[in-house]
């Protein structure tokens, strides 16, 4: 099955001192011939936070890092996928501002046969980690 990882769940795989990151483990270690997507927005989204976390205490350098040294694990199967979309497929659900990446993820994923991965309870037709 394939996955685009929204931005929480990036962070999650990435960081074990977030919150949500033994969930996310256990998750990825469940499933079998899993191939995880991530794309220009969810990479830039999570070493944006991780950096920007003054509690995480990271540089941009080191966040960067991080998410390379994930994308090169040999334990995950990771693909990026170029984003082609244009702002026309927005969901019929997305009403706010704050809506509008992860309507435009969710079609991505989509139009890339995968689902959208994340913790968000409130994106409609999105995979909701267990």
Known sequence: ?????????????????????????????????????????????????LAQT??????????????LQLKASRCLQFEFIADSNDISPLPSWVKMPKQTTDGHLLELAKSHSALLATFDRKIPGAFLLP
């Open 54 to 67: 003054p509690d995480y205490g990271l540089t941009l350098e080191h966040a960067h890092a991080i998410l």
């Open 1 to 49: 099955m394939r996955y685009l990882l929204d931005v929480n769940v990036l962070i999650a795989l990435s960081f074990e001192r977030y919150q949500f990151h033994q969930r996310a483990a256990l998750w990825t270690l469940s499933k079998a011939n899993l191939t995880l997507l991530s794309c220009s927005i969810t990479e830039l989204g999570c070493i944006r936070i």
